[in-house]
């Protein structure tokens, strides 16, 4: 019954019906139960307009209108409707759509107004409330929350406005029977988490019968939801293990061994080892290693990765390192060549500005297997780049990559390369056993030794000069300093003129001969910037001026204080990464925020998260907080997006519960082949269906 097109229920039709499929994606019954609503009207309390302070959130009145009128103009023009009770009155205003409004209201009819009650010139005022009129259904309509469903101007042209939908769900509702409705969870796993039926949440979830019922009810789906993600993801896991045969490195051999007796610069950090430790195991099991390493910028991973590049070569194989920018590939060829040429290895470095000739040269030596490690940008995934026998690949700065790329890496040979993942993007737990659920994860939770926590302050504009004050102490002292100036896209003109003000006014400050500052930013040609990074990082200027192309991954030690302009511009995580460019060497570091006066309460929220903490999961989860897993990095293209009901921010919990369960089932039974379980092969197929995106994660 579920599947039978919406235009053959009641009160839709063929023109409705196109509606909801283009505006909505409903196609069928079942699409229609399952276009859950996005909030709840508590229809049990209502307000006394004399009630209202300024505290309250949304709430809900009921009362007439006394009188309404289309005033301002242009811009301006709104419509101000005067709304009463019997303890007094309030204003209603509409800029959008007035026009469809004012012709719709009526004097003398009773309404039900829903709003947020705003206060203006000591007068209240409700802008774009919904209103309707008590009908007989309302008053007669049992359950206690009454569900608000999402609907469009298109929708709202053919009667569906959140009302409408609601009567197509309810005629839908009251129609089936639990039989239609069926379970896709096994009757264990309900009782285990004390979860409601399907057929008993769907109804309860558009018509609650209490807020106890509407909570069980958004648990239990919230639970299918997360249980279903978390099991596609963990099964793709399993058919990999099972499917694809990974090279065995069983040795650690000469090169490990020799680079760990007279080349490891320091010490390894327990973390470190830990992490090396995991790595060898999976590398040595005979299963293909899938492994994301997590760790704050400045952890250490680099030489993780280092040292596992050492056991593939070890094991008769060659390997690759791809970054996300030029600047950071070569960083990472020198340290390799510096630490790795005196044990006799060969390392290459592949970009975009590598020549034709050096490209034929370095192709021609893979191919031989005369190179052992090969480093560099996206240019490595490009075909022409073919390797004698690659068994370990890493990709530094995942979260720059697309799904793709990693793919096309893994395809470099014929047997797929263990792929090691690394990000120093802390993202909360529930974004990365959703974004990287199909991968092992390791943690670097652990920073080298002998670092100071790095300082954190907040400046306004007006405080300019205090801070020029103790950038010329630092630069006494020796030290380095990063300025960094936002670049957005939609206001790049803008931006590079900010960028070329700050830097005029900064020579102005900090004259040569005495001073040298270097600038860096995207409209440089490769060498420029180079000769400028180069300059920079031998100390011959002591203040670097960028846009944030200096984000990922550089490492200069010596420089200790980064100055970040115009702060509030900047997300928390991007703030964080920033700030990891300093802290790197054994001085006390600073990090300098730089903003206007006036800041909206998230950005001043985001000044005071970076100064309280330096620990990038703690901003992670408040970062999630603010922006929604949307606006974080790498989620664009995974299925997160695609939740309908639970919400990474709030429900880990849920999630954590869940993914527990999907584990429990998949390690009695990988593949899903035991008879009674099949309710969640037919139930992955079904969605699998309907949501082609999520073939794309992981
Ligand atoms: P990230 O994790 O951000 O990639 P890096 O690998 O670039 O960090 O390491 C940051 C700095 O810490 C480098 O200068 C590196 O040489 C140094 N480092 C790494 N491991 C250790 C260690 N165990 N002890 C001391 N310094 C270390
Ligand atoms: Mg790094």
Not at 70 to 75: E, H, L, P, R
Not at 97 to 125: C, H, I, S
Not at 198 to 226: D, G, M, V, W, Y
Request: one cysteine or more; charged letters at 25%; glycine letters at 6%.
């Amino acid at each position: 019954m579920l599947d039978t097109p919406i235009e053959y229920l009641k009160g839709i039709g063929p023109q409705r019906a196109e509606v909801l499929k283009k505006e909505l994606n409903i196609f069928t019954c079942r699409d229609l139960l399952t276009y859950y609503p996005f909030r709840y009207v508590d229809r049990t309390r209502f307000y006394n307009i004399r009630e209202i302070t300024e505290e309250l959130p949304f709430i809900q009145l009921k009362g007439y209108i006394d009188k309404l009128e289309i005033v301002g103009q242009k811009q301006g023009k709104r419509l101000v409707v005067s709304f009463k009770d019997h303890t007094g009155t309030l204003e209603l205003v509409w800029f959008k759509g007035y026009q469809w409004m004012a012709d719709k209201l009526k004097t003398g009819v009773e309404y039900v107004v829903f709003g947020r009650p705003t206060f203006f010139k000591g007068r209240v005022n409700m802008a774009h409330p919904e209103i309707e009129p008590i009908t007989e259904t309302f008053l007669t309509q049992q359950s206690a929350f009454q569900a608000v469903y999402n609907s469009t101007e298109k929708l709202k042209l053919k009667g569906l406005d959140s009302e409408g939908i609601r009567k197509l769900i309810r005629a839908l509702v009251q129609q089936i029977q639990p039989q239609h409705v069926e379970e896709n969870l096994s009757s264990e796993v309900l009782e285990d988490h004390k979860l409601i039926s399907r057929f008993q949440a769907i109804k309860q979830i558009h018509f609650p019968e209490s807020a106890q019922q509407l909570k069980r009810a958004e648990t239990r789906l919230k639970f299918e939801e997360l249980f279903y993600l978390q099991l596609r993801l963990l099964k793709l896991n399993k058919v990999r293990a099972h499917t694809v045969r990974g090279f065995v490195f069983s040795r650690v051999g000469k090169f490990f061994n020799e680079f760990f007796s007279y080349q490891l610069p320091f010490e390894l950090t327990n973390a470190q080892k830990r992490v090396l430790k995991e790595i060898r195991v999976d590398m040595g099991s005979g299963r293909q290693m899938n492994r994301l390493v997590q760790g704050d910028v400045g952890s250490g991973k680099t030489l993780v990765a280092l040292m596992s590049m050492l056991l593939a070569i070890d094991n008769g194989f060659q390997s690759c390192l791809m970054a996300p920018t030029e600047i950071l590939a070569r960083q990472h060829f020198q340290t390799f060549k510096d630490l790795l040429s005196p044990i006799g290895l060969k390392v290459e470095l592949l970009t975009g500005s590598s020549s034709t000739k050096e490209r034929k040269r370095i192709h021609a030596s893979l191919l031989t297997g005369e190179t052992n490690i090969l480093i560099g940008t996206h240019a490595l995934i490009e075909h022409s780049v073919q390797f004698q026998n690659i068994g370990l690949v890493v990709i530094d700065e995942q979260h720059r990559f697309g799904v793709e790329q990693r793919a096309k890496l893994r395809d470099k040979n014929a047997s797929p390369p263990h792929m090691l993942i690394m990000t120093a993007t802390p993202i909360p737990r529930t974004l990365a056993m959703t974004l990287y659920g199909d991968l092992d994860t390791s943690l670097i939770d652990e920073m080298p030794p002998g670092r100071k926590p790095i300082k954190t302050q907040h400046f306004m504009e007006t405080q300019r000069l205090r801070v020029f004050g103790f950038l010329k102490e630092q630069i006494t002292l020796g030290r380095q300093i990063y300025i960094v100036y936002p670049l957005i896209k939609e206001s790049e003109k803008l931006d590079y003129q900010n960028l070329q003000q700050g830097y005029d006014n900064l020579i102005h400050e900090f004259p040569p001969p005495q001073y040298q500052v270097s600038i860096v930013h995207g409209q440089l040609s490769n060498e420029q910037k180079e000769f400028e990074m180069q300059r920079f990082i031998k100390n011959e200027t002591q203040i670097m001026v960028a846009t944030t192309v200096i984000e990922v991954g550089v490492n200069i030690p010596n420089a200790s204080v980064m100055v970040i302009e115009s702060a509030e511009r900047f997300g928390l995580s991007q703030l964080h990464q920033l700030r990891g460019r300093v802290g790197r060497g054994s001085d006390q570091s600073y990090c300098i925020l730089m903003t206007g006066y006036k800041l909206g309460p998230d950005s001043r929220l985001r000044m005071e998260t970076m100064v309280r903490t330096n620990d990038g999961f703690e901003i992670s989860e408040v970062d999630l907080k603010l922006r929604g897993p949307g606006d974080i990095e790498g989620t664009q293209q995974s299925g997160v997006l695609d939740l309908k009901l639970a919400n990474l921010a709030i429900d880990g919990h849920v999630l954590q519960l869940a993914r527990q369960s999907a584990q429990t089932l998949l390690d009695e039974d990988p593949l899903l082949e035991l008879e009674k379980n099949k309710v969640y092969t037919t139930h992955l197929i079904l969605q699998q269906k309907n949501r082609p995106n999520w073939s794309k994660i992981g």
